[in-house]
């Protein structure tokens, strides 16, 4: 199952990775886009921080924190051998959005965000949405799922 999820991960970074390229040759000229007026636009944003632009110009620590993430994940896939579903849809997005957007980080040193919502203000992009229901979806899993709060209860009871 590890390897279907990587392949998986690795499917969701080619995909952000040919939207981005879709993005810069077609939406960086002209910069924006409304598809829905006063709703959901296209706006091109060379994002160099993180959400809202925290922390600009940190590249070098999104890279380190990136990478650590996307180890722990296949780690506890290949150590743990995790084998809840709710688990794998968690880490193929968190993966391969973490992929998606270290490449940016890598080859760029910013980040192509492209969509824009009027009612969340920050321009993010695809892989930004997949590592955020990930992150929601791991959550859900460590909290109803797993043995993770009980495990740490049953140790802080204890002394």
Partial sequence: MPYIVLGCSLLI???DYIIKI?????LKPISSFAVIPGLFSLTYVENRGAAFGMLS????????????????????MFKKRITSKLFNISAVLIIGGGIGNLIDRIFYGYVVDYLSVSFFPPVC?????CI????ALLVIYLMFFSDFLSKKDKNNGKV
């Fill in 125 to 129: 992009n695809f892989a930004d949405y």
């Fill in 57 to 76: 110009d940190a590249r070098w620590v999104f890279i380190t924190f990136t990478v650590i993430v996307i180890a722990v994940m296949i780690y506890l």
């Fill in 132 to 135: 955020t229901v990930g992150a």
């Fill in 13 to 15: 970074a080619a995909i």
């Fill in 22 to 26: 879709l993005v810069i040759n077609n």
